[in-house]
């Protein structure tokens, strides 16, 4: 059973740090494309970032780009997202997921994580 954990939430201020984990199981982490998602109140889920599990260069949405890194630990089986320069605009409930294959858009993906929530305030 595929299983992808989030942790490392929280609260912050504007301009400060978090690093987001997510934690994959029941799947081997090859060939997969690892996203990361975040869903603001009242709005769509939307795209942040993604990275190819074997290796290559990784894609940023614009509003993350230049702030946010996206990694992954492939012997933990690990997904990371270190946000930095924290804005009260990046508030949302960021989630997990992973896809099958080529990494070539950030659309349908298959697995999704609980969500780890991200509040930064002013």
């Known amino acids: 059973q595929v299983q992808l954990v989030e942790a490392g939430g929280g609260s912050v201020q504007a301009g400060g740090s978090l690093r987001l984990s997510c934690a994959a199981s029941?799947?081997?982490?090859?060939?997969?494309?690892m996203g990361w998602f975040r869903q603001a109140p009242g709005e769509e889920r939307a795209w942040v970032a993604r990275i190819y599990s074997d290796g290559g260069a990784p894609y940023y949405a614009a509003s993350g780009k230049g702030r946010f890194t996206i990694s992954q630990d492939n012997a933990k089986n690990t997904l990371y997202l270190q946000m930095a320069i924290l804005k009260p605009e990046d508030t949302a409930m960021y989630y997990c997921?992973?896809?099958?294959?080529?990494?070539?858009?950030?659309?349908?993906?298959?697995?999704w994580g609980q969500g780890t929530q991200v509040t930064v305030s002013s």
């Open positions: 997921a992973a896809k099958f294959g080529a990494c070539s858009d950030q659309y349908q993906y298959t697995y």
């Open positions: 029941g799947f081997t982490y090859r060939r997969y494309c």
